[in-house]
């Protein structure tokens, strides 16, 4: 975790252009105690032990050979939390709220598992770009492992019973972030919204619920849980709806760009000149900047890797910052110093590597 | 009041006057139809009682809604619907008929779990259970005209038949 950049967050893969990252996750709960809201603190610690136990004897078998790191949150340094809910490996609620909690991680950072969330476990696998028929493929391979451990609350009826009763069945929300600055030019989102919202898709925002969102990136997910099979539900998001935002975005990028190209070329060019010569930056700032790159560099605009793009929007945020130059803690004014120094340096070796 | 010339209640009550006099004048159904007085429009009376009837009832069943307590882990039904959250496993029986519209209308109207479970000795007979089940639903849904309902349970019915990819 000390590393400055994760492993999806950082990547890129299919479809990057648009799909930031894929996530599968899914909602269980152990049967025999009660869920988290009404759980003491004595009976979350005995539901981390039994997790860490089944995960302990699960996770060796499968592909992860170093097994998981077991993070205990709410004795973890604040910088760590924050760490792991910039990199989206846990909710901002989870990484800020109070009671025994842990997040165990694989050592690729791909898999993980809040425990004490909402629900007692959050098994999730997060990748780049879009791969989320793979993301639900090792999400319910380590759900399996789990299961061999461990019983999960189930219902004849309802199936896995959820803390929610709204996430009942399957329990599985499956999610794409995605990069939507064609949609916006072209003053397409608010209809994508509402065309999701008939599709019974959540919208969010860059750091899910409740957040708004940031650069242009939108966080897609189902709400159907019941009355239809796993593979069916991945198979309507994955096969349908999620093509159809692609190519939706795609052409209102190419449409755009017809139509305002010197527009948009002076949108990019400005936000790579504000970048690469600012002095004091905040990451909000930063964020809606390397958001406007990431559109010229996938619209062949700018001669940057998009790898360079994608590590910089993750450390922009303030605990990435910090790992790279601890400083930046000292004061507001040393933060926004810090993180216009680091990205003009990256920046100008990103526009050299590529030359 | 009754009427002017008999003991049953007067449903005509009208004041008329006559050379500078008023008289009061209260009169039976069959003594103002003999009068030849139109008689009022019992209708409305008759549709209010039953209205009054039925909010009684929905009053009482909301009252019923949040006594409603989970005997496992204490949750009451007014904190359940303040945090949208449930406390145990054993809530999902204890608010039943309230969950159950909840998980609808969140779930487009879809009834039963489709899905995986967690073992899979039992699963065989859990999902023949769950088939006769839904057939009862279905049926009742027919013979209580629920037909959106009853055709929510027909699809969910054919995707349990159909070979998972």
């Known amino acids: 975790m000390s590393q400055p950049f994760s492993a999806a967050m950082s990547q890129v893969g299919p479809d990057s252009d648009v799909v930031v990252t894929s996530r599968v996750r899914l909602a269980r709960n152990i049967s025999g105690f009660p869920f988290i809201s009404r759980a003491s603190n004595p009976v979350r610690q005995e539901i981390m032990r039994v997790v860490r136990r089944a995960v302990d004897q699960s996770c060796n078998g499968i592909d992860h050979d170093q097994g998981m790191r077991w993070i205990e949150l709410q004795s973890a340094p604040s910088r760590d939390r924050i760490l792991l809910s910039e990199r989206h490996l846990v909710s901002r609620h989870f990484a800020n709220s109070d009671g025994p909690r842990a997040l165990a991680l694989s050592s690729d950072e791909h898999s993980s598992i809040m425990v004490n969330e909402e629900d007692h476990l959050r098994i999730q696998f997060l990748c780049a770009g879009s791969r989320l028929s793979d993301a639900f493929k090792a999400a319910f391979a380590l759900e399996n492992a789990l299961a061999n451990c461990t019983n999960f609350s189930f219902h004849p009826r309802w199936g896995y019973l959820t803390a929610c009763p709204t996430n009942v069945g399957c329990g599985i929300r499956m999610s794409a972030m995605l990069h939507l600055p064609g949609a916006q030019i072209m003053k397409e989102t608010d209809r994508i919204k509402r065309a999701a919202k008939e599709l019974h898709l959540a919208v969010r925002g860059y750091y899910g619920e409740g957040s708004e969102s940031i650069g242009d990136f939108f966080q897609f997910s189902n709400q159907t849980t019941l009355g239809a099979t796993e593979d069916a539900l991945l198979e309507e998001f994955n096969g349908i709806v999620l093509p159809r935002l692609i190519g939706y975005e795609r052409e209102a990028r190419t449409a755009a760009l017809a139509r305002y190209r010197s527009r948009i070329e002076d949108i990019v060019f400005r936000s790579h000149a504000n970048l690469s010569a600012a002095r004091l930056l905040t990451a909000d700032a930063a964020t809606k900047d390397l958001s406007r790159m990431r559109f010229g560099v996938v619209m062949g605009l700018l001669p940057i890797e998009l790898t360079t793009i994608q590590r910089l929007l993750l450390q922009v945020q303030p605990a990435h910052l910090s790992l790279i130059d601890p400083r930046s803690l000292d004061s507001e004014e040393a933060d926004r110093e810090v993180r216009a120094t680091y990205v003009r340096q990256e920046l100008l070796r990103g526009t050299t590597d590529t030359k | ?165």
Do not use: W
Request: proline letters at 6%; one cysteine or more; charged letters at 25%.
């Open chain 2, 1 to 165: 009041m009754n009427c002017d010339h008999c003991d049953k209640p007067a449903v005509v009550h009208e004041i008329v006057i006559k050379g500078g006099d008023s008289k009061e004048v209260h009169l039976c159904s069959d003594h103002a139809i003999a009068a030849g007085y139109p008689l009022p429009v019992e209708q409305p009376l008759a549709d209010i009682f039953p209205k009054l009837g039925s909010v009684a009832k929905v009053e009482a069943a909301k009252s019923k809604e949040r006594s409603a307590k989970c005997a496992a882990c204490g949750l009451t039904f007014t904190v359940f619907r303040k945090s949208a959250t449930l406390g145990c496993p054993a809530c999902y029986d204890a608010f039943m008929p309230m969950i159950e519209k909840v998980i609808e209308s969140a779930q487009d109207g879809a009834t039963h779990h489709l899905g995986r479970s967690p073992v899979g000795g039992a699963e065989i007979e859990r999902v023949q259970n769950l088939r006769v089940k839904m057939m009862r639903d279905l049926e009742a849904a027919i013979a209580a005209e629920q037909y959106e309902r009853a055709a929510k349970l027909r699809d969910e019915l054919k995707a349990l038949d159909s070979p998972s990819p």
